[in-house]
C-alpha cells in the first residue's frame, strides 16, 4: 500500500477548517510515488499559476462550475502518457494531495 494515502476530507467543514486540513493533507512527493496513481488514471496536473489548495477546496467542494472553467482553459488536466514519460525522465518531484478519488499535483520549478 503507498503510504500517501489520507483520509476522506468532510466536505462540510467550515472555510478555515477545510483549508487547514488540505494543507495538512499535501505533500512533496516524487513522481515514481504518484506512478501507482498515475496508472490508475486519478492524477490530475494543476497548473503553477494555481493554489494547489484552492483547486482542492473546488474539488472537495464539489464545485463543477470552478473545475470545469479550469479544464476549459487548460490549467488543470488528466495527467497524460507524455507528462508521465517527461516526469519520470526529470525525475520531477510534486506538490501533492489527494482528493478522493483524485491525486492534484503541481510540479515543482
Known sequence: MNSFEPDLINPDLSDEELLQRLNGETAQLPW??????????????????????DVAVSFTRDDRDSVETLMSEGKIARATD??????????????AIVVAPWVLIQELK
Open 82 to 95: 507524455d507528462d508521465a514519460m517527461r516526469w519520470s525522465e526529470q525525475q520531477s518531484t510534486f506538490w
Open 32 to 53: 515514481k510515488e504518484l506512478e501507482s496513481h498515475f496508472a490508475r488514471g486519478v492524477v490530475v496536473r494543476v497548473d503553477s499559476e494555481l493554489d494547489l489548495i
